[in-house]
Structures are given as structure tokens and as C-alpha cells.
């Protein structure tokens, strides 16, 4: 049971469910109903909508275990309470489980190229496992480099779904692709700036262990003032194309939505910049990644409306 819980808690379990819910519900709240008013059906459904997703978990989770594998020593010092590799799964058996999962991962990708009109996703989660690879023994080391590759990646859980129904023509004809690209550019900016604040906010946490390991983040390289204000001008940005959003929602009358934006999406976001520059310990750095990852849940979940008001 042991063993279990620990694997769980190295492939980061919330994570995975968090990378299956957004794609779920951009399934089936904006490229389902868009197909259905086509009089279609998508290419990402059933069986190859489940495969697709498990495959973006799968080399998500090798993700989450080679970065484990190579950060040991910077974590016996950032949170060696937390510990998994080494000192619940011996090192040689994560290396295992990492090539084992990306192996999965790549092959179903290449499956779906081979019994769907998708191409080129088999070779999409190599590229997605060789970057989490890079990142893991290189880049999460350099000055935003690594931030900007996660973020990248982050926004891809989403881009992965339409990228798959654009390159499926024929089958996409006659579907408002205007609106699909609109939807997803909407929630994948929303993941790219989010997840690169948040990455940001991390590196402030982690700022000790990294220091004594040669790191070159950009709390170490700028400060950890000026990583504040880079992390506050992103949230200003974000704060401000989700408020003027809502005067577009509000002309369709969308009250709900507006609410729920406005009351769990921008509200935190702005008690999130207010206390950005309080924070000086590891504990409040840490306080603060909880609370942009709730911001990315509630984010998400905003998808829901879509579907209610369309």
C-alpha cells in the first residue's frame, strides 16, 4: 500500500485528473456541440477521445517521474518531507516506470494515427516526452527557458484536442472552425499565462535548493523583486483580458458566467497580485502556487458555461 500511495504521489495524481477533466470538458462542451450543429460528429470521441487522453496522461505522469528522478538532490533540501525517489522507490525502478509510461503514451499516439484520420500525434508525445526529457536535465535549470516549455505544454492539453480535429479534413467541413479556434485560443492562452505565473512562483519557493545546485532560474538571476514584478505584470495582463471578456459576455447576457468569472476567476487572481509582494518565505511562495492552481481549476471549469449558454 506504501508503494501505491508513493507512485501516486510521484505521478502527481491531481495533476493527471486535472490534464483528463480539461480535456474532457473541451470535448464535450465546445468541439461536441460545435459538430453536432454541423450535423457531424467528431473525430475526438468515444474510444479515440478515451486514448487520446490517456496517452496526454501517460507522458504527462513520465513527465512528473524523470523530473523527480533528476531533481533529488535540489528536493532533499526544497521539501525532503515529500520525498518519493530513493527513499520509497529505489531510483533504478523510476527510470523504468518512466520509460514504461512514455512507451504506452508514444505507441497510443501512433495507434490513433493508424486507425483515425489524426495525424502525426505519435509523433507529437515523442516530441511532448523528449521536451519533458530536456527539461527535466537541462532547461527547468535556465533562466525561463524551462518556465516557458511547461507553459507551452500546459496550453498543448488543450491545442492537442483542436489540432486533432483540424488535421481530420474532410471530416471538419461545414464546422464553425472560427469559433473552435476563438475556444481554443481563449483556454489555451488562459493555461499558457496562468501555468507560467505559477511555474514563476515555484521557482521563489524553490530558490534555496536551487541556489546551492547551479541553477540559473530567474529568482536567482534577476531577484526575487524583479521575479515578483514579472509574475505581477503577467497578472495584470491576465486580470485585464478576462475583465474586458466579460463586457463581451455580458452583451449576451451570460449573468452566470459573468458571476462566477468575476467572483472565483478575477477575484482570486487580484488577492493573488496583492499578495505577491508579501511573500517572503518558501511557506508563502508555496500559499501562493496553491492558490494560481485553484485559479486553473476554477478556469477550467468556466468551459461548463459554454455549453449552457450555446
Not at 121 to 144: E, P, Q, R
Request: charged share 15%; glycine share 4%; proline share 3%.
Amino acid at each position: 500500500m506504501k508503494q501505491i500511495t508513493a507512485f501516486l504521489r510521484l505521478i502527481r495524481w491531481p495533476n493527471l485528473l486535472f490534464i483528463a477533466l480539461t480535456q474532457i470538458l473541451f470535448v464535450y462542451c465546445i468541439v461536441k456541440p460545435l459538430y453536432v450543429a454541423a450535423g457531424k460528429v467528431p473525430v475526438v470521441h468515444g474510444k479515440t477521445f478515451f486514448l487520446l487522453c490517456l496517452s496526454s496522461v501517460l507522458v504527462a505522469a513520465a513527465g512528473y517521474i524523470i523530473n523527480d528522478y533528476f531533481d533529488l538532490n535540489i528536493d532533499r533540501i526544497n521539501k525532503p518531507e515529500k520525498l518519493v525517489v530513493e527513499k520509497i522507490i529505489p531510483r533504478r525502478w523510476t527510470i523504468v516506470l518512466h520509460l514504461a509510461l512514455s512507451a504506452v503514451g508514444i505507441l497510443i499516439g501512433f495507434y490513433i494515427d493508424f486507425t483515425t484520420p489524426i495525424l502525426f500525434l505519435g509523433l507529437a508525445n515523442a516530441a511532448c516526452v523528449l521536451f519533458l526529457f530536456v527539461y527535466s536535465i537541462s532547461l527547468k535549470k535556465k533562466l525561463l527557458a524551462g518556465n516557458i516549455l511547461i507553459s507551452l505544454l500546459t496550453a498543448w492539453v488543450v491545442l492537442v484536442i483542436t489540432w486533432c480535429e483540424v488535421v481530420s479534413f474532410p471530416h471538419i467541413r461545414g464546422v464553425d472552425i472560427a469559433k473552435l479556434s476563438r475556444y481554443t485560443f481563449l483556454y489555451a492562452g488562459f493555461a499558457f499565462i496562468i501555468s507560467i505565473i505559477r511555474e514563476v512562483i515555484k521557482d521563489m519557493e524553490d530558490i534555496e535548493g536551487d541556489r546551492k545546485y547551479g541553477c540559473t532560474t530567474m529568482p536567482i538571476v534577476w531577484g526575487v523583486h524583479a521575479s515578483k514584478i514579472f509574475v505581477a505584470v503577467w497578472l495584470v495582463v491576465l486580470i485585464g483580458i478576462l475583465t474586458m471578456l466579460q463586457f463581451y459576455v455580458l452583451a449576451f447576457k451570460w449573468w452566470v458566467s459573468a458571476v462566477y468569472c468575476i467572483v472565483f476567476i478575477i477575484a482570486p487572481l487580484i488577492n493573488i497580485l496583492r499578495d505577491l509582494f508579501k511573500a517572503n518565505a518558501p511557506k508563502d511562495f508555496h500559499r501562493l502556487s496553491t492558490l494560481v492552481k485553484l485559479v486553473m481549476f476554477t478556469g477550467i471549469l468556466s468551459i461548463i458555461f459554454i455549453k449552457f449558454y450555446s
